[in-house]
């Protein structure tokens, strides 16, 4: 095993007690066009989507999203409920290819799934130690062939395991890297064209670390304290890939203020705005609040040419009832924050 450690400079605890400037901008205004079966049930069931796009048939294409009391969820791109996977007290679900992992704490494991192109349906194929307590979040990558998965803890450690193709069969990843962060960690994502892991410290801000160098720590891109909407908890994020490796953007949810901040993709990660989802008075779809997990996917879906955004939400209508995703068209986003 290889591993790198280090711990990034620790945030002023003054700092984390001070009150952050509010945001006093502009907030775009966007409404979501569809959503999926509920969790029926009371409490804080849903939390983290992945959108899984079918090359083959666009329109056949699936949204995995984690139950936090049982396990993976999946859903048609009309909403309708397909499978129930019962693997345990999962947290983040996220995916590459036809290969899905999830943040299993039930058993301190990375939970595998297998997703068939030609059934449209996902597999649970086993679970690999992550030889730490309560895995939390989770992201997929990839580089060349090389399949990555960051998890990440509450104590602001996040594990970079790397597997082939044939250690993924059997469920043997390596430990590369380990990273610490000063405190509560859940969300990431990976952008795989750069080498790079954006990470959410929920009560500070969003990080980037540089895979390509072993040796450089994490640099912070946008804080609560900057005053651009970003709110603690900083909570899920993703990315919308543009046609090139400079070109795209990062969303995280700022969870406590129910809406989300907008960056670019490439370096210096420039604020690009905010916005909310409200109730879609034409399709009575309700808005969005408190806002966990989301995913993004550029690649063009039927009547989504631009790709489409899922976000967990938590109210539906009531807060921790019902709870499940909601999904926004990417074109409307970029329009109202003028992205393109």
Avoid at 279 to 302: F, K, M, W
Wanted: aromatic residues 8%.
């Amino acid at each position: 095993m290889k591993s790198t450690y280090w711990l990034a400079a620790l945030v002023p605890l003054a700092a984390c007690a001070t009150t952050p400037p509010t945001y006093t901008g502009e907030i775009a205004t966007i409404v979501a066009m569809n959503e999926t079966a509920p969790m029926n049930g009371e409490g804080d069931l849903a939390d983290d989507p992945a959108i899984w796009v079918n090359t083959a048939d666009p329109a056949s294409s699936l949204i995995l999203g984690t139950n936090k009391d049982e396990g993976v969820y999946v859903y048609a791109l009309d909403g309708g409920e397909l499978q129930e996977l019962p693997v345990g007290q999962v947290n983040n679900v996220d995916l590459r290819g036809n290969i899905a992992i999830a943040s299993n704490d039930s058993h301190n494991v990375i939970s595998w799934f297998d997703i068939n192109p030609q059934t449209l349906t996902v597999s649970h194929i086993g679970n690999s130690p992550t030889g730490k307590d309560e895995p939390y979040g989770i992201c997929a990558g990839l580089s060349g062939e090389t399949y990555k998965a960051a998890v990440t803890y509450k104590d602001g450690t996040i594990q970079i395991w790397s597997a082939t193709w044939e250690t993924v069969d059997t469920l043997s990843p390596s430990l590369d890297r380990v990273v610490k962060l000063p405190s509560k960690l859940e969300g990431c994502v990976f952008d795989d064209a750069n080498d790079r892991l954006f990470v959410g410290e929920e009560a500070f801000g969003v990080w980037v670390v540089d895979l390509k160098d072993e040796t450089a720590e994490p640099s912070v891109v946008d804080t609560i304290a900057a005053a651009n909407g970003l709110v603690e908890d900083v909570e899920g994020m993703s990315l919308w890939l543009g046609d090139d490796a400079d070109s795209g953007y990062l969303v995280v949810s700022a969870q406590a203020a129910d809406r989300y901040v907008v960056y670019d993709r490439a370096p210096p990660f420039a604020w690009r705005g905010v916005f909310t989802i409200a109730d879609n008075e034409a399709t009575g779809i309700g808005g969005v609040s408190h806002t966990d997990g989301l995913d993004i996917s550029s690649a063009p879906l039927p009547g989504l040419p631009g790709g489409l955004l899922v976000v967990q939400d938590d109210a539906n209508p009531v807060s921790e009832f019902n709870q499940n995703f909601k999904m926004v068209d990417w074109t409307a986003i970029s329009e109202a924050l003028d992205l393109n």
